[in-house]
């Protein structure tokens, strides 16, 4: 079983640069590939990014790529969502993600665990 705590979110403006934590429990983070998702208001939850289990390989969603970074550091069992030049479409709940089978996943239904998601909005 892993809770997961996230935390981070809060208003910027367009351009500018937001960090996300998620705070993980239990002795075990470092065997779960984590990702993190986001869901603006009637719309589906999509992929963000995930990261292997030592942080040496990382996944993106184009939509995001070049301006976000995922990063994780097994010995605080926190994962991060570094967040740079962004959009007003960037604007949702973003949620982090635990998957306990092996390799990355794209599709919320592949992950075990979830948070509880922090709001992030960008004003334009």
């Known amino acids: 079983q892993v809770q997961l705590v996230e935390s981070g979110g809060g208003l910027v403006q367009a351009g500018g640069s937001l960090r996300l934590s998620c705070a993980a429990s239990?002795?075990?983070?470092?065997?779960?590939?984590m990702g993190w998702f986001r869901q603006a208001p009637g719309k589906e939850r999509e992929f963000v990014a995930a990261?292997?289990?030592?942080?040496?390989?990382?996944y993106y969603a184009d939509s995001v790529k070049g301006r976000f970074t995922i990063s994780r550091d097994n010995a605080k069992n926190t994962v991060y969502l570094q967040m740079n030049s962004l959009k007003p479409e960037d604007a949702a709940v973003y949620y982090c993600?635990?998957?306990?089978?092996?390799?990355?996943?794209?599709?919320?239904?592949?992950?075990?665990?979830w948070g509880q998601g922090t709001q992030v909005t960008v004003s334009s």
């Open positions: 993600a635990a998957r306990s089978r092996y390799g990355p996943s794209y599709y919320s239904y592949e992950y075990d665990y």
């Open positions: 239990g002795r075990t983070f470092s065997r779960y590939y």
């Open positions: 990261i292997g289990y030592s942080g040496g390989s990382t």
